[in-house]
């Protein structure tokens, strides 16, 4: 296929229209909407229009061969990914599919309605930077009184169970600290779920981000057997989450090779 991706910008009634019957199952952000029969008629002639549906036939209409390859793909991925960003300035959504080569994703748009695309597989760490906003499009201004004391990156390392607001024995006064730090500089966050199969079990990865006033966090945690489960703080920029889920997807694609 060609490097360039595909893009699709669709109102909530067209990707009703497109889905319903056609896919199960959807992420909650993406389940189809109730679509009165006048609205119907609009989307499919606007679909078929964008030449995403073919002309209807006897009264049916169905997706144009490119577009049921990528509903394909959404309906048997080989691995999904679910991406959630939320912050007191607005929120966003991800779903994307890898099959064989390709990556097919669907994101929420700001105005409303959803963008379905295509692009190489290659090309997944770039499709979900494309959905992750700058922190402070999810944080909005802050007010004076919210101004933390410092810019400087929010970096280190914390015991787990601060983070939790659960009780830490032996917690330092620099953890707690600079959790005291977080807490007040947070104002939105990320999750990103990989979901696959490896053999017979089912997989599930996850990679949480917070949205600060001096941008995203990632949380890293440390698999060194301590019992205090320590976390690395990491700055990190939107273009950094394909590496961040790098460790579970290549899990899974060794798995199904």
């Known amino acids: 296929m060609s490097a360039a991706p595909r893009r699709l910008t669709l109102t909530a009634a067209e990707w009703s229209v497109l889905v319903t019957d056609r896919l199960s199952d959807l992420p909650p952000a993406f389940e189809p909407v109730p679509v009165a ?12 229009q964008a030449r ?25 991925p080989l691995m999904t990914l679910r991406l959630e960003v939320r912050g007191r300035a607005g929120a966003r959504q991800g779903w994307f599919a890898l099959g064989p080569g390709v990556v097919v994703g669907v994101a929420t748009l700001p105005e409303g309605g959803v963008e379905l695309s295509l692009a ?3 090309r ?4 979900l930077a494309r959905a ?14 919210e101004e933390s004391d410092d810019d400087l990156p929010l970096a280190g390392r914390v015991p787990l169970a601060l983070l939790a607001d659960a009780p830490s024995p032996g917690a330092s006064e620099d953890e ?13 966050s990320l999750h990103c779920l990989v979901l696959g199969r490896a053999a017979a079990d089912p997989v599930v990865a996850q ?11 990632g949380l890293r945690p440390r698999p060194d057997g301590s019992p205090r489960r320590l976390v690395d703080l990491v700055p990190v920029q939107p273009a950094d989450l ?4 790098a460790p579970a997807v290549a899990t899974l694609l060794e798995t199904d090779a």
Do not use: K, Q
């Not at 707690?176 to 939105?188: I, K, P």
């Not at 990679?207 to 966090?217: K, P």
């Not at 394909?242 to 889920?245: E, F, I, K, N, P």
């Open 132 to 145: 992750v906003p700058e922190a402070a499009e999810l944080t909005g201004p802050w007010r004076s009184v």
């Open 37 to 48: 029969a006048a609205d119907r008629e609009r989307a499919v002639s606007s679909l078929v």
């Open 120 to 122: 190489p597989a290659v």
């Open 207 to 217: 990679v949480s981000w917070l949205a600060t006033g001096s941008g995203w966090v």
């Open 52 to 76: 995403v549906m073919v002309p209807p036939e006897g009264g049916a209409s169905d997706p144009t061969p490119p577009v049921a390859a990528d509903l394909a793909v959404l309906s048997r």
């Open 124 to 127: 997944l760490g770039a499709e």
């Open 176 to 188: 707690l600290a600079l959790v005291r730090a977080l807490e007040r500089r947070t104002a939105g």
């Open 242 to 245: 394909g590496t961040w889920v």
